[in-house]
């Protein structure tokens, strides 16, 4: 099973991959495949529950979800987002929320978007030896200041804030920083500047990592941000299987004598 350690050290070794997951055959798919850190993002509040935003998102959905993953893993750590406003509004409400991702959901860490603004509830969540993920640049908690799911730190001083943020982070205990939505110079100018792991999302190659949305990885989302690449095309595969299914219902083609059960008594 993959540790906090194990991800730590393969800085400037090996690369770390990420993917979500939200349920338990995605969480083993993952796991199965080979991920080293399984995230239950809240992007679940887009992906799986149909919202405009993640904002909607509470700590029981997170709770929900992280639980299903967690039995289909093995091997991958368990990375449990905090959903908005379930940190940084009352230090006892993040740790006690913190705990509630651990011990119900199963998490073996938690992420928290925001820099200096965070660092307070990270120390106190680390203190209660909980690791801890940053999250950098495009947090979309943050829509609504950003105006919109926008690229971050374009302008010298906000790369240069950024660049300090994740110092602070690294210092006040986080084990590795989420990067999203960034410049690649940025992604590697911070990748530089600590000794814990980047995770890139849209922050171009020089990350210690990268992590992507499992549904738009594998081509259920017909729109996706620029930077995700489409593995497969899900969308397209799945929904031949069903169109299939429905003509052989339809022309009677399907159950056949393949797919029923016989008994030798007469009715
Ligand atoms: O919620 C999420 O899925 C995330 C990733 C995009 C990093 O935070």
Redo the contacts with the bound molecule.
């Keep these: 099973m993959i540790t906090i350690n194990d991800i730590i050290n393969k800085k400037n070794k090996e690369k770390i991959t ?1 993917l ?1 997951a939200y349920d338990y055959q995605m969480g083993k798919l993952a796991d199965e495949s080979g991920i080293d850190i399984v ?1 239950v ?4 509040g887009m ?1 799986v529950l149909g919202y405009e935003t ?1 904002l909607e998102v509470t700590i029981d959905n997170m709770i929900y979800h992280s639980k299903a993953v967690k039995k289909g893993l093995k091997n991958s750590f368990l990375l449990v ?1 905090m959903p908005f406003l379930s940190y940084n509004v009352d230090i006892k409400d993040s740790i006690y929320n913190a705990g509630q991702l651990v011990t119900k959901g199963f998490a073996q860490g938690v ?1 928290i ?1 925001g820099g200096k603004r965070t660092i307070e509830t990270v120390q106190k969540i680390v203190e209660m030896e909980i690791p801890v993920a940053g ?1 950098l640049g495009l947090t ?1 908690q943050s829509v609504n200041r950003m105006g919109g799911f926008k690229m971050q730190g374009k302008l010298k001083e906000d790369a240069i804030n950024m660049i300090e943020d994740a110092i602070a982070l690294e210092k006040a205990g986080a084990f590795c920083i ?1 990067l ?1 939505g960034i410049p690649e110079n940025l992604g590697k100018k911070i990748t530089e500047s600590v000794s814990i792991p980047t ?1 890139g ?1 849209g922050a171009g190659r020089y990350t210690d990592g990268q ?3 499992n549904y738009d990885m594998l081509g259920f989302n017909e729109k996706v941000p620029k930077f995700v690449k489409k593995y497969t095309n899900s969308k397209n595969i799945l929904g031949d299987a069903i169109k299939s299914y429905i003509d052989e219902v339809k022309n009677g083609t399907f159950p056949n004598d393949d797919y029923k059960y016989n008994v030798d008594s007469d009715i």
């Design positions: 990420m979500t995230l993002g809240d992007s679940l992906v993640t987002d992420k978007e999250h979309p989420v999203e995770i999302i992590v992507l949305v």
